[in-house]
Each structure stands twice: as structure tokens, then as C-alpha cells.
């Protein structure tokens, strides 16, 4: 069974930095893209970022280009989503998510259960 | 990369249709067959149940179903159930951008 959970998220003062981990299981890790994927309180869903099976190539929406780097440990079988120069607008639940083809393909299959960062003074 | 255009509701009394519309430009929804939809209930997390434009992931009833026309894709639900009360959210592939989402439609069953 497939699993995916996000966990590092919490109350940041702007300025500051999070790291968010996805510990995934269920699936041979290191042959799927993966992707964070954010969605405001009561708004619709944001993609983030993206990153490769291998980890060689990654790509990010131009709102935190710059501030997030997106990485995987694929001996961890872990996906990793820093932020820095965290702002109130950042505020949202962070989901990570699986593609569902290895290969092609723009769709995601399954998602975590997200979790919560808060931009406030 | 601007969101795609959905209805903000949409509704439909049990055993009736509902089609949420998804429109983008020729950048994304027009120039691509990369077009899914997803299901999201109230805390939780989204579910895939539409890609590839009109394929459905195994496990989703085929009273869901979707189509495209120029850069305006449907998901069309049919014979509405009390579990289909939901938000739903397309997303396509768009040339600026891997990823584009739709600005969402809440589904009430009345």
C-alpha cells in the first residue's frame, strides 16, 4: 500500500525557515517524480515544486523560486521541501505527491495527508 | 502562469448530471492531453479521478467521466450520489509551467 507522510510543519515568524520531510513506502521510490503541492486556508490547490526519480532535475512555481529547493534522499526513501524567507502568503497546508506513471505523464495518484505551516507574527 | 477558470458551484439533485467546465488558454488546457481532475472532500486530501483528459484511475466509478473541446475541458458526474458532495479542481500541463490548477467548484448535492 502506498504511503505518504508529511510531517516538519508548524508556526513560523516571516523571515524564517522550514523544512518538510515526505516519508514515502508502498512503491519503489527512486522511479517516480514527486511533487509538493500547497493550498491556502479555504483556497484552491497551488502547485510547488517538482523533482525527478533520480533528483537530477527539479522545477518550481515562479512564487517561490529562489526561497524553496526541493530534494529527495532516495535511500531514505524521503522527499524534502526546504523553505526560506518564509512569507505570510506561504501560509498552507503542504501536500507531497506521487506521479502515477514513472515515465510520462502530468497526473498524481496519490497524495499525503499534508501538513499545516503558519506565516505569522 | 495564471489558474484555470471553473464555475464556483455547481449542483444536482441525487440520480441527476453535473458538468464542471475547466478553462485555460491554448498554453495549457487547448495545447495539451495532459488534463486530469480531482476530488477533494472536506479535510482531506485531493483524489485522482480523472486523466489523460477522459481515462479513469482503476477503482473510480464510471459515473465520472471527462472530455475536451478547444480550452475548455468537462468532468461530467452522473447519476449524482450524496458522496460526490466535494470540491473539484482540474489541472493541466501548461508551456510555462508543469503544473496548472483550476480554481476549483464545490459540488452540492441537494
Known amino acids: 500500500e502506498v504511503q505518504l507522510l508529511e510531517s516538519g510543519g508548524g508556526l513560523v515568524q516571516p523571515g524564517g525557515s522550514l523544512r518538510l520531510p515526505c516519508a514515502a513506502s508502498?512503491?519503489?521510490?527512486?522511479?517516480?517524480?514527486m511533487s509538493w503541492v500547497r493550498q491556502a486556508p479555504g483556497k484552491g490547490l497551488e502547485w510547488v515544486s517538482s523533482i525527478s526519480g533520480s533528483g537530477d532535475a527539479s522545477y518550481y512555481a515562479d512564487s517561490v523560486k529562489g526561497r524553496f529547493t526541493i530534494s529527495r534522499d532516495n535511500s531514505k526513501n524521503t522527499l524534502y521541501l526546504q523553505m526560506n524567507s518564509l512569507r505570510v502568503e506561504d501560509t498552507a497546508i503542504y501536500y507531497c505527491?506521487?506521479?502515477?506513471?514513472?515515465?510520462?505523464?502530468?497526473?498524481?495518484?496519490?497524495w499525503g495527508q499534508g501538513t499545516l505551516v503558519t506565516v505569522s507574527t | 502562469q495564471s489558474a484555470l477558470t471553473q464555475p464556483p458551484s455547481a449542483s444536482g439533485s441525487p440520480g441527476q448530471s453535473v458538468t464542471i467546465s475547466c478553462t485555460g488558454t491554448?498554453?495549457?488546457?487547448?495545447?495539451?492531453?495532459?488534463v486530469s481532475w480531482y476530488q477533494q472532500h472536506p479535510g482531506k486530501a485531493p483524489k485522482l479521478i480523472i486523466y489523460?483528459?477522459?481515462k479513469r484511475p482503476s477503482g473510480v466509478p464510471d459515473r465520472f467521466s471527462g472530455s475536451k473541446s478547444g480550452n475548455t475541458a468537462s468532468l461530467t458526474v452522473s447519476w449524482l450520489q450524496a458522496e460526490d458532495e466535494a470540491d473539484y479542481y482540474c489541472?493541466?500541463?501548461?508551456?510555462?509551467?508543469?503544473?496548472?490548477f483550476g480554481t476549483g467548484t464545490k459540488v452540492t448535492v441537494l
Open positions: 489523460d483528459v477522459n
Open positions: 491554448s498554453s495549457d488546457v487547448g495545447g495539451s492531453n495532459y
Open positions: 489541472s493541466s500541463y501548461g508551456v510555462s509551467t508543469p503544473y496548472v
Open positions: 505527491a506521487k506521479r502515477r506513471s514513472s515515465d510520462s505523464g502530468k497526473e498524481f495518484d496519490y
Open positions: 508502498g512503491f519503489t521510490f527512486s522511479r517516480y517524480p
